[in-house]
């Protein structure tokens, strides 16, 4: 049974930085997707970054300045720092996990079978 909890949201101030943590459990797939979505509110879904187990990344656009995707295999954790945060980025964040693509196709949240149940960033 695969299982990803998150971890580290939480409310800070505009400027400051969080690092969100994603513990996968059971998950033993040697080849894999995994990302970072957001959903801020009354919005819908954003991909934000996505990493492959051969440690390609691809982020959106407008946030990989401020983004960075990254994953201790040891530990079978994902991270997202987060850097800079603005108001806008509040948002419940959630990660995901999935068979392996390109990076570039997988930025879309689709074909994800696994889902954490989220962590809330809030930044005022």
């Known amino acids: 049974h695969v299982q990803l909890v998150e971890s580290g949201g939480g409310s800070v101030q505009a400027g400051g930085s969080l690092r969100l943590s994603c513990a996968a459990r059971?998950?033993?797939?040697?080849?894999?997707?995994m990302g970072w979505f957001r959903r801020p509110p009354g919005k819908e879904r954003e991909g934000i970054a996505v990493i492959d187990s051969d440690g390609d990344t691809a982020y959106a656009e407008s946030l990989k300045d401020r983004f960075t995707i990254s994953v201790d295999n040891a530990k079978n954790t994902l991270y997202l720092q987060i850097n800079s945060l603005k108001p806008e980025d509040t948002a419940m964040y959630y990660c995901?996990?999935?068979?392996?693509?390109?990076?570039?196709?997988?930025?879309?949240?689709?074909?994800?079978?696994?889902w954490g149940q989220g962590t809330q960033v809030t930044v005022s």
């Open positions: 059971g998950y033993t797939y040697d080849t894999y997707c």
């Open positions: 995901a996990a999935r068979l392996w693509a390109r990076v570039t196709d997988a930025l879309d949240g689709y074909e994800y079978h696994v």
